[in-house]
């Protein structure tokens, strides 16, 4: 893998598992995962530009209502960010996320304002989240962690970790994303 390669496209890499050029990127546009994180990444890179970073906020938040994704530029999510599927899917702005993890519809990654868990959470790299779980609270999620569809979680959860179920139950597994992750960055 070569270091200079864009984010963009090593969003795009997680997809199809190629390089490819800004043309075949904007081919690829046509699935509505990929756009908005095009989008989405356009609007990050230009985020503190007066007059362009209002351009691409405008944009991202067209293709916000249009796709029901709620992620916003101000979200930390490190490089081969990949959506899963088309469908509603809401992450707090001041959520942190690793590189390589895969968000699945349906999922929200929520703030917590009360209690001991006060805060958003910090998910690791290599994070698999299933579809329709919830995550909530100022919790961190360690590396190589899968949270099985329909999980509602709000405690921490250690590297190498499948976690299961409302409430949630947490099992060590050494290579938990092994055949969840593809095509990693």
């Given at each position: 893998?070569?270091?200079?390669?864009?984010?963009?496209?090593?969003?795009?890499?997680?997809?199809?598992?190629?390089?490819?050029?800004?043309?075949?990127?904007?081919?690829?546009?046509?699935?509505?995962?990929?756009?908005?994180?095009?989008?989405?990444?356009?609007?990050?890179?230009?985020?503190?530009?007066?007059?362009?970073?209002?351009?691409?906020?405008?944009?991202?938040?067209?293709?916000?209502?249009?796709?029901?994704?709620?992620?916003?530029?101000?979200?930390?999510?490190?490089?081969?960010?990949?959506?899963?599927?088309?469908?509603?899917?809401?992450?707090?702005p001041k959520v942190i996320i690793g590189k390589n993890c895969n968000i699945a519809q349906g999922v929200s990654i929520a703030q917590s304002n009360r209690g001991k868990q006060k805060g958003t959470p910090k998910l690791g790299d290599e994070v698999w989240v299933g579809p329709n779980a919830v995550i909530a609270g100022g919790i961190t999620i360690g590396d190589n962690v899968i949270i099985a569809p329909n999980t509602y979680l709000s405690e921490d959860v250690p590297s190498n970790s499948l976690v299961i179920g409302n409430p949630c139950r947490i099992f060590n597994i050494a290579n938990a994303t092994e055949d969840y992750i593809n095509n990693r960055v």
């Open positions: 893998m070569a270091e200079n390669h864009s984010i963009i496209q090593k969003d795009f890499f997680r997809e199809s598992g190629k390089w490819l050029t800004t043309f075949q990127i904007w081919l690829k546009c046509f699935n509505p995962n990929l756009h908005y994180v095009y989008i989405l990444r356009k609007s990050q890179k230009y985020h503190k530009t007066p007059i362009l970073g209002l351009y691409w906020k405008l944009v991202l938040r067209h293709f916000q209502i249009k796709y029901g994704f709620q992620i916003y530029p101000e979200t930390e999510i490190g490089e081969g960010f990949y959506l899963g599927h088309w469908g509603m899917v809401a992450i707090n």
